[in-house]
């Protein structure tokens, strides 16, 4: 029996429907840029495996770094004990955040960073006396699969059946420069009616709504907001933590901090399992009691696991390194170039580059996961590229080390299978 057909015997893909979904591709093996079928076939990974791998496929300084571990120390309870990875983590992690983040709290994946920091947000208030219990959220967002991370979300494709389960949630369309007061004025209109707990955002870039950019401006107003009335500001940095667009994290680059940061993804470089969820002094001081009530009583059984954070060091020393630094420049110059050189074809809208993230529209409508996405998909298969488009939108999240004859062979592959 094939892989392919043992596969189909058991298993449940996620984001798929499998009556009409495609054939899975058997991947045996992985290095750096490239994905190998069993048949030995490379495939570009032209969206670093759902942007996680950014320093390539088994970088040799992190399998360095997580073998080195494993002969050490595997897994132990984090709760009542601790060990130095996660606290060297924490430690390196406080360094390079905006400086107002001052605590890490450990969980497992980016949906349930995103959850920590809404029940953060939530005891907050109420610890506090306060009872606040709807949250803000930008259209189209998402923030995740977990149920209060799926409340904040946007994509009803992934929420149609819950929706009459999920907290209470209002949203306000993307800052684009000309719509940012039409924008502040209804976040205002539902700060007066409602008692709103927290404000969460992807800053600078939706990711899974398309590659979505948005104007820092606009934000920056409704985070001053947030400020003014003890709103907290929760910036979604699972897709846009560590470099991807141009500088450590997204927020970086906007000049209202957030209160609370949720990481995943890039964290651990694509090969284990992790995620942080970062907040400021004032909101760990709200927990911080003689009252055990008022402890944050979450906790996953691998959390800061000590192989995760292991990598997890190990991948920020990349992101620091001169090397991937100047990559990520290069590539940023080569996504420039060609938007610039498929601009003027009138298959293509509103092409767009962020940090690394390339990506546009195609003049044509069809549906998220529909026959015409597949076909294209199955297209950039056969020339050795992995893409996923998202719907109508064409988008590359290259790794790091990516080469420029490599991202060129992406482009071309791009021109000629959409016939730009």
């Known amino acids: ?31 750096g840029s490239y994905l190998y079928d069993e048949n030995r076939k490379a495939y570009f990974d032209g969206i ?20 080195r571990q494993v002969a050490q120390l595997d897994q ?29 709290f450990f969980s497992d994946n980016g949906s349930t960073a995103v959850e920590v920091a809404l029940k953060m947000a939530l005891q907050f208030h109420f610890n506090k006396g306060e009872k606040k219990t ?9 923030h995740g699969d977990t149920f209060g991370a799926m409340s904040t979300s946007g994509l009803s494709v992934y929420n149609g059946p819950f929706e009459e389960l999920f ?62 009335m003890n709103i907290l500001a929760i910036a979604d ?34 090969l284990l399992p992790m ?9 760990f001081e709200a927990f911080y009691s003689d009252d055990i009530s008022k402890g944050f009583f979450h906790g996953h059984t691998y959390t800061a696991n000590p192989l995760a954070c292991s990598v997890a060091l190990a991948g920020i020393e990349l992101l620091l390194s001169d090397e991937i630094i100047q990559n990520r420049k290069a590539i940023n110059k080569l996504n420039s170039a060609f938007i610039s050189a498929i601009k003027n074809s009138k298959k293509v809208k509103n092409g767009r580059v962020c940090g690394v993230v390339v990506a546009f529209e195609l003049y044509e409508d069809f549906q998220r996961y529909g026959s015409r996405r597949n076909e294209l998909y199955l297209q950039f298969l056969k020339k050795g590229v992995f893409l996923r488009p998202l719907g109508n939108t064409i988008y590359v999240h290259p790794p790091y080390i990516s080469q420029k004859q490599e991202l060129e062979k992406v482009y071309s592959t791009i021109i000629e299978v959409c016939g730009l």
């Open 1 to 31: 029996m094939s892989h392919t057909e043992r596969d189909k015997k058991y298993i449940w893909h996620p984001l798929t429907q499998h009556k009409t979904a495609l054939q899975n591709v058997v991947i045996k093996c992985a290095k």
């Open 48 to 67: 670093a495996s759902w942007y996680t791998s950014v320093y390539g496929h088994c970088h040799p300084h992190i399998v360095a770094r997580v073998k």
């Open 76 to 104: 132990i309870v984090f709760s009542g004990l601790t060990h130095p990875p996660a606290i060297e983590l924490s430690e390196k992690l406080i360094t390079i955040l905006p400086s107002n983040q001052k605590k890490i």
């Open 134 to 142: 709807t949250f803000i959220a930008f259209e189209n967002g998402f």
């Open 167 to 228: 907290i209470d949630v209002e949203r306000v369309a993307l800052p684009n420069g000309e719509n940012n007061e039409d924008v502040l004025r209804v976040f205002k209109k539902i700060i007066s009616k409602k008692r709103v707990a927290g404000f969460i955002y992807e800053p600078l870039l939706q990711g899974a709504a398309g590659m979505k950019c948005y104007d820092k401006d606009g934000l920056s107003a409704l985070l001053k907001l947030c400020r003014q």
């Open 237 to 270: 940095e699972v897709m846009t933590g560590f470099g991807k667009t141009g500088s450590n994290f997204a927020s970086d680059q906007i000049p209202v901090q957030a209160d609370i940061i949720c990481l995943s993804k890039a964290l651990t470089a694509g």
């Open 275 to 283: 995620a942080i969820t970062t907040c400021t002094s004032q909101i």
